[in-house]
């Protein structure tokens, strides 16, 4: 890969305009210029002190679930505070302009939906909703942090009064929820699949790019699967996809 950045950028632009099913699967790394810590990544702010594959587990949760909102609910609140950058705005216009068919995100921060994308597989869930954990009921997830932040701590339901409400997110130790396997459904079809923001640690979603026949990796660290790709950037994804908005644009194609 001695090419430059430009030349990795025309290329990334000709796989995507000449695919025919074209998807995107994103990691922690694209959130990360919207404020939003790679928990992977040694912490930062909020998550400098905690672990939260173990502090924020679902044993963890079923073992003292006021002492998992105390931990959690300022993070949640920081994840559901953030807004998208250039990288999930371009991403939701190229679906908008027929050249992306759909986004599979390990992120649960929602910020392909604020950015506009429609057709999203959040596999790991997201912070819009909670359910109890007893009669199984959604609920909003703005009710569960009204209920913490007057003092209701653990969150109970409101239909069975009984339940605690959990975030409707898989934490460690959850199993995958039904968006991972409509995703994996999904990229049968898909012939050209651009990895943004994730390094492809976290399995089972790592699985997933094996069955694309034409990758391209953008992201800052090395990954499992750039032997394969056919194009790799090793940069930030804001900056990528600014740049790739700019080349289709040029190509008069945006
Ligand atoms: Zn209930």
Known sequence: MGEGYQEKLRRLAELL???????????????????????RSPGTGLWEKI??????????????????????????????????????????????HGYLKGIVTQNIDGLHIKAGSKNVFEVHGHLRTCSCM????????DFLVDL??????????????????RPNVVLFH???????????????????????????QVYPVAYLPARVEKLAIINISPTPYDSKALVVIREKAGKVFSDLWEVLRQKGKV
């Open 17 to 39: 305009l000449s695919a025919n099913y074209p998807m995107a699967l994103t990691g922690a790394g694209i959130s990360t210029e919207s404020g939003i810590p790679d928990f």
């Open 51 to 96: 672990d939260p594959f173990k502090e924020l587990s679902r044993s963890a949760l079923m073992r003292n679930p006021a002492r998992f909102y105390e931990i959690g609910l300022p993070r949640f609140r920081q994840i559901r505070s953030a807004e998208p950058n250039p990288a999930h705005l371009v991403l939701a216009e190229l679906e908008a």
């Open 134 to 141: 007893r009669c199984g009921k959604e609920d909003s997830f």
């Open 148 to 165: 913490v932040e007057s003092g209701v701590n653990p969150p109970l339901c409101r239909f069975c009064q009984e339940g605690v409400l």
């Open 174 to 200: 959850d199993p995958m929820p039904r968006a991972f396997y409509d995703a994996a459904e999904t990229l049968q079809y898909c012939d050209f699949l651009m990895v943004i923001g994730s390094s492809l």
